[in-house]
């Protein structure tokens, strides 16, 4: 028998082995998959008492959802792995937030059923620009006018909940653009692979959005509700 025909089948061998180890051990654990969590999480809070006008935030494996305030005032609360510091203070006008990762490229190896978020509380009058810039993430934009909207994601989607601004860009690379808008857009679209459903207005606020891979669809609805 020849030398590939040997590995092919070794290399089989281990295949169905290590599938019935992992078999056994979800079992025994009665499939949970937080059982085989290797990652340790930390969640912080921040409230913040200085104005501002502006808000920027930079992310890298997090998912950004900014979110109404339920009490008037702006809270900042973070979901990251152990080690992962948070960054959150007041610049001049805007309020920056952003994670850092100084660890060693091992120690970020692992696994774990929970996915890094940041989550922006903010009173509906707060913010007038909001930036938001993240390597590996959904973004969500739920019930908050603005006066700029400027979302970049590299991976992930983004979707806006009944949210608002006169002007808009929104770009990811590998991702979908979904929801909806408060009033009329006159929307620019481009898009390599990905469908394509927005309305067709000649007036309203500027709504450009980019995407590489994912498609596209965003409405227009007058009253607050859910995201498609």
Same mark, same amino acid.
């Given at each position: 028998?020849r ?9 089989? #061998?281990l295949?169905v082995i ?12 009665g499939?949970?998959p ?6 340790e999480y930390?969640?912080?809070t921040?409230? #913040? &008492? ?7 935030v930079s992310g890298n494996?997090?998912?950004v959802?900014?979110i109404?305030s ?5 809270h900042v609360t ?6 992962v510091?948070?960054?959150c203070? !007041?610049e001049g006008? /805007?309020?920056v937030i952003r =994670? ?5 490229w ?5 696994f774990?059923d929970k996915?890094?978020?940041i /989550?922006?509380?903010l009173?509906? @009058?707060a913010c007038?620009?909001l ?5 590996v993430?959904? *973004?969500l934009i739920?019930g908050?006018?603005?006066? =700029?909207?400027?979302?970049n994601?590299?991976t992930?989607? #983004?979707?806006?909940?009944a949210?608002d ?7 990811? *690379?590998?991702?979908?653009v979904?929801g909806?808008f408060l009033? @009329?857009?006159r929307?620019? #679209? $481009?898009t390599? =692979?990905?469908?394509?459903?927005v309305?067709?207005a000649?007036?309203g606020g500027t709504?450009?959005?980019t995407? $590489?891979t994912g498609d596209v669809? !965003?409405k227009?609805s007058k &009253?607050?509700?859910?995201?498609e």
């Open positions: 028998m030398k590939w025909a040997i590995w092919n089948i070794v290399g089989f #061998v295949c290590g599938a019935v180890l992992l078999g056994k051990t979800f079992a025994e654990t499939f949970h937080e059982a085989f969590d290797t990652r930390v969640t912080s921040l409230d #913040v &008492e200085e104005d501002f006008s502006n808000v920027s494996l997090e998912d959802n900014v109404p339920e009490d008037g005032k702006c973070v979901l990251t792995e152990k080690g510091s948070c960054i203070k !007041v006008e /805007t309020l =994670t850092e990762d100084d660890r060693e091992y120690k970020s190896i692992g774990s996915s890094p978020a /989550t922006v509380a009173p509906g @009058d007038q620009d930036t938001i810039d993240t390597n993430g959904d *973004v739920s908050l006018i603005f006066r =700029t909207l400027k979302v994601v590299t992930g989607d #983004v979707t806006l909940d949210c601004a006169q002007e808009a860009y929104l770009s990811t *690379v590998t991702g979908d979904r909806s009033t @009329d857009k929307f620019f #679209v $481009n390599n =692979t990905g469908d394509v459903d309305p067709d000649a007036s709504c450009e959005i995407t $590489n669809s !965003v227009i &009253e607050r509700g859910g995201a």
